[in-house]
Structures are given as C-alpha cells and as structure tokens.
C-alpha cells in the first residue's frame, strides 16, 4: 500500500460550499476508486476510474463526480455540502487488470478528513 | 447488490488467545474476499484476501477461510498481541458490467487485546 497519496489531509467547509479532493495512484496503477468512510461505519464505494473512463458509480447523489488524469491521478468534486458529507474520504489504487477473471488488489490513501459547519 | 454482514462488531481477546472473526455475503458471484485492518486515524490496510479457487490461506499468526457454498469467509488470528487491536474489515467482491471490483464492506469489528 506504499505510495498512494491524498491531498489534502484535512478540510472544512461550511454547507452549500463546493470541495475537490486530490489522490495519486501507486506508479504502474492505472485504477483509482473512491470511498467515503462515515465514522463507525465500513467505506462505501463511491466511484472507480480506469484509464480515464468510468467503470462504476455507487449510490450517491449527482453532487458527487469525479475524473482520471493522464497521469492515473483522480479528482473527487463534491458541490452542496451538506453536514452528512462529513467524512473520511479514502482513495484506493490498483492495476486495474483483474486477476484470473476476479478483482485485483486495492490499496488505499491516507484519507482527506472533510468537515462540514 | 452485494450484502456483506460481520460479526461480532466488538471482540476483546486476552494476549495470547485467538480471535475469530465472520462475515456471510450475498452475491454468488462474488469471488474476491479481503480484510483490512484500520486502527484509529489511519488508513485501510490489506492484511490478507483470498480469491474463490481456494478454500483457505494463512500468512504467519493470520488465516482466512472461504466456504462458497454457504457464501461465508472468516478470518483468524492466533497468538494475538497488543498490536493488534484495530477495527478490522472484511469486504466482497467481484467483476461485473457495472462495477470493477467495487468493494462492498462490512460494518467492521472492534478487536481489543489485553496484556
């Protein structure tokens, strides 16, 4: 899990607000997946980027979107804050081939801290 | 979609003893199984995963057992120590036309060892 960086580590906003989160993948990773991570509670999938293209999207408002770079880094956009966007938002990296016809590994960031008022 | 439920949400083990783990999912095409362990602050960390053409997989004091009939994995810990007091998670997975390997995750356990 060495590598994947997040930026930044902690922020806070006030509702109706808009925030963009960074991540850079581990080199020769090109998958970026996003979660958001509630306190006491298990990552929900948010989305997952491969190659620049959307490969899934999990139940979340519209408010949430994201992008894949060239370079594999990903973009989280998230508009309207709202207080129950407060969160750890983790990204996780991985090759993004699949392994014998099941998913390969993901390792994660660090996480952005976001906090809502 | 995938279902994941975990069991027992909090585990307190004396130094030394074992530690069991559960979690049953729904999907039968689910075939990818990990656990991560997160302790306070940080990130996920992978700790082992299994695929589903094998049934169980050990590395050191850390072994994960698969039963895909009955669609439930486990995770043991033997001879635990301090360090390993964390949430621990488990999480499904699989290859779809709409998700790539999204992880679904369970609701974590809370593993505390005592001295």
């Known amino acids: 899990d060495a590598g994947v960086t997040q930026s930044p580590t902690h922020l806070i906003k006030t509702r109706g607000q808009q925030v963009t989160l960074r991540c850079s993948p581990i080199s020769g990773h090109k998958s970026v997946s996003w979660y958001q991570q509630v306190l006491g509670q298990g990552p929900q999938f948010i989305f997952q980027?491969?190659?620049?293209?959307?490969?899934g999207r999990g139940n979340f408002p519209d408010r949430f979107s994201a992008r894949q770079f060239p370079n594999y880094s990903s973009e989280l956009n998230v508009n309207a804050l709202l207080l129950g966007d407060s969160a750890l938002y983790l990204c996780?990296?991985?090759?993004?081939f699949g392994v014998g016809g099941s998913p390969d590994t993901q390792y994660f960031g660090p996480g952005t801290r976001l906090t809502v008022l | 979609g995938e279902n994941v439920e975990q069991h027992p949400s909090t585990l307190s083990v004396q130094e030394g003893d074992s530690a069991v783990i559960k979690c049953t999912y729904s999907d039968s095409a689910s075939n990818y199984f990990p656990w991560y362990k997160q302790e306070l602050g940080k990130r996920p960390q992978l700790i082992i995963d299994?695929?589903?053409?094998?049934g169980e997989k050990k590395d050191q004091r850390i072994a994960v057992t698969l039963n895909k009939t009955a669609k439930h994995f486990s995770l043991h810990i033997t001879e635990t120590q301090p360090e390993d007091s964390a949430v621990y998670f488990c999480a499904a997975s699989s290859i779809s036309t709409d998700s790539w390997g999204k992880l679904q995750f369970g609701a974590g356990t809370q593993v505390v060892v005592t001295p």
């Open positions: 980027y491969y190659e620049k293209e959307e490969r």
């Open positions: 996780a990296s991985s090759l993004g």
């Open positions: 299994i695929r589903s053409n094998v």
